[in-house]
């Protein structure tokens, strides 16, 4: 595991905000699982990182809430609803998140 996902994976908000600073690169690197780091954020239960990638780091590479994840285009919403992240849930449709996009199965939210 790379050592920002492992940051991530420990809810690590001040280690993540450091490696970034160093290379910002890894604000776009996926895990071995196709996983972006905002994915990996909701997967840990940390807001504080959600919005991190969401708003804190400069625009242009700022995580999109709707960006669908490879191999089956399911959103971090997917994941925070799958896993019972209410918190995450509310934060991410209060920023734009699409309750009904579908992912790669033609599966919504709801279904």
Not at 47 to 57: M, Q, R, S
């Amino acid at each position: 595991m790379d050592v920002i996902h492992s940051a991530i994976s420990r809810g690590d908000l001040r280690k993540v905000k450091s490696l970034c600073e160093q290379e910002p690169d890894l604000l776009y690197l996926d895990d071995w699982q196709a996983r972006t780091p905002l994915v990996l954020s909701v997967l840990a239960n940390s807001l504080p990182l959600v919005k991190f990638f969401t708003e804190e780091v400069e625009e242009a590479a700022r995580a999109m809430v709707d960006e669908p994840t490879a191999p089956d285009n399911n959103t971090a919403l997917f994941y925070a609803c799958r896993d019972g992240r209410v918190e995450l849930a509310a934060y991410l449709l209060a920023r734009g998140a699409d309750p009904w996009q579908r992912n790669r199965y033609g599966t919504t939210l709801f279904m």
